[in-house]
């Protein structure tokens, strides 16, 4: 059985930064394509960023992160890890970590497993 388990998500100010961890297990995911969604209080669930190594090891960020916040992983420990800098208000949400067999995509339906979510405060 597929599992994922987020860490890292906390309160911090604008302009901060925070670590966010997905711990997977049940299987290997070497072939798996991981990624971040987050989902803010009476909106609908979004991609935020997701890898793969299938296709070349790709990488995608929604617009409104680029070159704030960056998506790794580390096969051997069947992790993926969200470095959120420069962090701003509207960053507030829970985040999730979701992952997919193959290449990464963007669309929420892509995703079959599902992590139960973390919470991030950005304060102003």
């Known amino acids: 059985q597929v599992q994922l388990v987020e860490s890292g998500g906390g309160l911090v100010q604008a302009g901060g930064s925070l670590r966010l961890s997905c711990a997977g297990s049940?299987?290997?995911?070497?072939?798996?394509?991981m990624a971040w969604f987050r989902q803010a209080p009476g909106k609908e669930r979004e991609f935020v960023a997701a890898?793969?190594?299938?296709?070349?090891?790709?990488?995608y960020y929604t617009n409104s992160v680029k070159g704030r916040f960056t998506i790794s992983r580390d096969n051997a420990k069947n992790t993926v890890y969200l470095q959120m800098n420069s962090l701003k208000p509207e960053d507030t949400a829970v985040y999730y970590c979701?992952?997919?067999?193959?290449?990464?995509?963007?669309?929420?339906?892509?995703?079959?497993?599902w992590g139960q979510g973390t919470q991030v405060t950005v304060t102003v």
């Open positions: 979701a992952t997919k067999f193959g290449v990464a995509a963007t669309a929420v339906n892509d995703y079959v497993y």
């Open positions: 049940g299987r290997t995911f070497s072939s798996h394509a």
């Open positions: 890898i793969s190594l299938l296709g070349g090891g790709t990488i």
